[in-house]
Every structure is written in C-alpha cells, then in structure tokens.
C-alpha cells in the first residue's frame, strides 16, 4: 500500500470519498501541510514551514522559501510525483506565485502556489494557464 499523505493519516476512508476526486484532496493536503508553520505542527519533528525566515532581507529568502515549500510537497503528498516548484512573480496584493509540476496518477498535473508574504498564508490551486 502506498505512503498515506499528511491528511490521510488524519481522517477516516468515508471523509476522503465522495465527489472529492484525487486533485482536490491533493490540493487539501497541500494547503494544510503549507499553512502549518513550524514548530505549531509539533507533534511531527522539522513539520511546517518557517525555516525561510530566517533569511528575511537577504539574497537567499526566495531560495530557501522555495526549497522549504518543495521539500514539504514531496515528503507529505506521496501521490505527486517528479515534483518541480517555480516562482513565476508576485502581485500588488503582496502574494508570491509559484507553479508546481508533477505526475498525479500518471498524468501530468499543474497547481499554482499561492503564497502571501506578509502572513505566510498559502492558496493552492488549479492552474488556470495550463488548462
């Protein structure tokens, strides 16, 4: 059987089944596992983002951000696969965007990250662009 995800580990069969397709409970489990920040996940050691702050005002912020967010990804959403983040630019409203590439079931799959850089919240969604 397969690595559950972070939220599998967390909820009955019945909660994951329904009209929720495959897509929409990796998105659930992306925002979940990315608006954890470290050290309130404290039951799961190194759990959550925040490692990224230490690096406020300097060169190596979106660096380390970006490889905080894809070590997240790939260690508790085991249903992606060959995993790649990008920033792709910000906007006025102060959020960062991203784009996550991968395999989902053995199809390509396209999300955009969605991250706010004043409170760390994070939106995870289809990516409209790559339809």
Aim: charged content about 25%; overall charge negative; proline content about 3%.
């Amino acid at each position: 059987m397969a690595r559950p995800s972070f939220l599998d580990k967390f909820t009955a069969p019945w909660q994951r089944q329904g009209d929720n397709g495959e897509l929409v409970q990796v998105r659930q489990n992306l925002e979940a596992v990315l608006n954890t920040k470290e050290g309130y996940g404290y039951f799961v050691e190194g759990f959550g983002l925040g490692r990224y702050s230490e690096r406020f005002g300097t060169q190596l912020l979106m660096k380390t951000l970006t490889e905080e967010m894809l070590h997240s990804v790939t260690k508790h959403e085991p249903r992606l696969r060959e995993v790649e983040l990008e920033l792709r630019g910000r906007d006025s409203g102060l959020w960062l965007h991203f784009v996550l590439t991968g395999t989902l079931l053995d199809a390509p799959c396209t999300l955009r990250i969605l991250f706010h850089t004043v409170s760390g919240q994070v939106r995870v969604e289809e990516d409209e662009e790559e339809g």
